[in-house]
C-alpha cells in the first residue's frame, strides 16, 4: 500500500488509513499518512462493536474525496456505503458476489501473476489519478530516536568494520520456514569470512533465533526488544537483509536495502521485493522435477505445514546468493 500512498497526486494533501495492528508501525513512518485507525481484531462482543461503532463515527464525519479498498475484506463494502466519498474504488474478487461491486464506484480488474505494488497501484490507474507504467517505490522512513537507540546498539555489540547481514528466519506460517540447521550452515559461512550477522525478529521469533543461535559454533547477534521501527532503522544500517517469504522483504524494500528473499509455495511474481537491490531465491522444475508444483500456494506440501521446495534448499545455494551480492 505504501507504493500506492506515494503514487496517489500531491493535490492528496493527507492520507488516512484503515488498517490491522501488525501494519499500524508500517503506516506510522509514512510521511503523508495523517490518521491511523486500527481495527480491533483482538476485541470482542460490546467492545468490539463500540470500538467499530468509534472508528466508523470518526470516518463518517471526515468527509474524503476518494477512497480506496485495497483489501477484499467484506467490511470494506460496508465501509464505503457508509462514507460516501466523492470517489471509491475497489479491486475485482471473485469470491465477492453484487453487493461488493455495486458498493464501490470503480471496480480495477484482477490481473495476477504481477507485482502486489503494480496490483495496488491498479486502483489508482483505473481512477485516473496514476498515469506511469511502472508503480513508485515504497516510503518509508525510520523515526530518529529509533536510529539513535539501534545504532547504540551496534556500537554495543562490539562488531567489525566488514558488511553487516541481517537475517530474518522465523514466520508465523511455519510452512514459509527453511530448517533452523540451514541458517546455521549459512551463518557459520559468514561468520568464517568475518562477516557480521544480526538474526532480528519479533518476541515471538526469538525462540527460533536462540535454537539457531545454539546451532552455531560461530554465534550470530540476535535482537531481543526490537519494534518494527527499530527493524526498519537495523534495515536501513544493514548492507544486506536475507529473509523468507514474510514482511521483512517489503521493509528492506522500503528502506532501499538489498535483499535476498527465500521463497517456497508463495508466487515470487506477486510477492517479491519492489524498487531495490534483490535476488529470489527459489527451487524449481529445474533443480528438480518434484518442484515442478511450485508456487502451489498450499500451507505446505498436501497440508502437511512442511513444505519441501524450502526443506530441501541447499545452504550453499543461500550462501553463493549471499557472496554475489556483497561482491565477496
Given at each position: 500500500?505504501?507504493?500506492?500512498?506515494?503514487?496517489?497526486?500531491?493535490?492528496?494533501?493527507?492520507?488516512?488509513?484503515?488498517?490491522?495492528?501488525e501494519?499500524?508501525?508500517?503506516f506510522?513512518?509514512?510521511?503523508?499518512?495523517?490518521?491511523?485507525?486500527?481495527?480491533?481484531?483482538?476485541?470482542?462482543?460490546?467492545?468490539k462493536?463500540?470500538?467499530?461503532?468509534?472508528?466508523?463515527?470518526?470516518?463518517?464525519?471526515?468527509?474524503?474525496?476518494?477512497?480506496?479498498?485495497?483489501?477484499?475484506?467484506?467490511?470494506?463494502?460496508?465501509?464505503?456505503?457508509?462514507?460516501?466519498?466523492?470517489?471509491?474504488?475497489?479491486?475485482?474478487?471473485?469470491?465477492?458476489?453484487?453487493?461488493w461491486?455495486?458498493?464501490?464506484?470503480?471496480?480495477?480488474?484482477?490481473?495476477?501473476?504481477?507485482?502486489?505494488?503494480?496490483?495496488?497501484?491498479?486502483?489508482?490507474?483505473?481512477?485516473?489519478?496514476?498515469?506511469?507504467?511502472?508503480?513508485?517505490?515504497?516510503?518509508?522512513?525510520?523515526?530518529?530516536?529509533?536510529?539513535?537507540?539501534?545504532?547504540?546498539?551496534?556500537?554495543?555489540?562490539r562488531?567489525?568494520?566488514?558488511?553487516?547481514?541481517?537475517?530474518?528466519?522465523?514466520?508465523?506460517?511455519?510452512?514459509?520456514?527453511?530448517?533452523?540447521?540451514?541458517?546455521?550452515?549459512?551463518?557459520?559461512?559468514?561468520?568464517?569470512?568475518?562477516?557480521?550477522?544480526?538474526?532480528?525478529?519479533?518476541?515471538?521469533?526469538?525462540?527460533?533465533?536462540?535454537a539457531?543461535?545454539?546451532?552455531?559454533?560461530?554465534?550470530?547477534?540476535?535482537?531481543?526488544?526490537?519494534?518494527?521501527?527499530?527493524?526498519?532503522?537495523?534495515?536501513?544500517?544493514?548492507?544486506l537483509?536475507?529473509?523468507?517469504?514474510?514482511?521483512?522483504?517489503?521493509l528492506?524494500?522500503?528502506?532501499?536495502?538489498?535483499?535476498?528473499s527465500?521463497?517456497?509455495?508463495?508466487?515470487?511474481?506477486?510477492?517479491?521485493?519492489?524498487?531495490?537491490?534483490?535476488?529470489?531465491?527459489?527451487?524449481?522444475?529445474?533443480?528438480?522435477?518434484?518442484?515442478?508444483?511450485?508456487?502451489?500456494?498450499?500451507?505446505?506440501?498436501?497440508?502437511?505445514?512442511?513444505?519441501?521446495?524450502?526443506?530441501?534448499?541447499?545452504?550453499?545455494?543461500?550462501?553463493?546468493?549471499?557472496?554475489?551480492?556483497?561482491?565477496?
Amino acid at each position: 500500500m505504501t507504493s500506492s500512498i506515494a503514487a496517489l497526486p500531491k493535490a492528496f494533501k493527507c492520507v488516512d488509513v484503515v488498517c490491522l495492528p501488525e501494519s499500524e508501525s508500517i503506516f506510522k513512518m509514512n510521511p503523508r499518512v495523517r490518521h491511523i485507525f486500527v481495527i480491533p481484531r483482538h476485541l470482542k462482543g460490546l467492545q468490539k462493536f463500540s470500538s467499530y461503532y468509534t472508528i466508523f463515527k470518526k470516518l463518517i464525519s471526515n468527509h474524503y474525496d476518494f477512497l480506496a479498498q485495497f483489501s477484499v475484506d467484506w467490511r470494506g463494502a460496508l465501509l464505503a456505503r457508509f462514507l460516501n466519498a466523492d470517489l471509491s474504488v475497489a479491486r475485482e474478487a471473485a469470491r465477492r458476489g453484487k453487493f461488493w461491486h455495486q458498493s464501490f464506484d470503480l471496480i480495477a480488474p484482477f490481473k495476477d501473476n504481477r507485482p502486489i505494488a503494480e496490483q495496488d497501484v491498479d486502483l489508482l490507474r483505473v481512477a485516473k489519478l496514476y498515469k506511469e507504467k511502472e508503480a513508485p517505490s515504497y516510503q518509508l522512513s525510520s523515526p530518529k530516536k529509533n536510529q539513535l537507540k539501534v545504532k547504540q546498539w551496534l556500537q554495543a555489540q562490539r562488531f567489525s568494520k566488514n558488511k553487516l547481514i541481517v537475517m530474518h528466519a522465523s514466520s508465523r506460517w511455519k510452512f514459509k520456514e527453511i530448517p533452523i540447521e540451514t541458517w546455521a550452515n549459512i551463518i557459520e559461512g559468514l561468520k568464517s569470512k568475518k562477516i557480521n550477522v544480526v538474526l532480528d525478529g519479533s518476541k515471538e521469533d526469538l525462540k527460533t533465533n536462540q535454537a539457531i543461535a545454539h546451532l552455531c559454533v560461530l554465534k550470530p547477534n540476535l535482537t531481543n526488544d526490537f519494534s518494527i521501527e527499530d527493524t526498519a532503522a537495523l534495515y536501513e544500517m544493514a548492507d544486506l537483509v536475507v529473509t523468507i517469504d514474510s514482511m521483512s522483504t517489503h521493509l528492506a524494500s522500503a528502506t532501499n536495502t538489498p535483499v535476498i528473499s527465500i521463497f517456497g509455495p508463495t508466487n515470487d511474481l506477486n510477492w517479491r521485493p519492489w524498487k531495490v537491490k534483490y535476488q529470489v531465491i527459489t527451487l524449481s522444475k529445474a533443480d528438480d522435477p518434484m518442484f515442478a508444483c511450485r508456487p502451489c500456494g498450499m500451507d505446505g506440501c498436501e497440508g502437511s505445514k512442511v513444505s519441501q521446495c524450502l526443506v530441501q534448499m541447499k545452504p550453499e545455494m543461500i550462501l553463493k546468493s549471499i557472496e554475489t551480492a556483497l561482491k565477496i
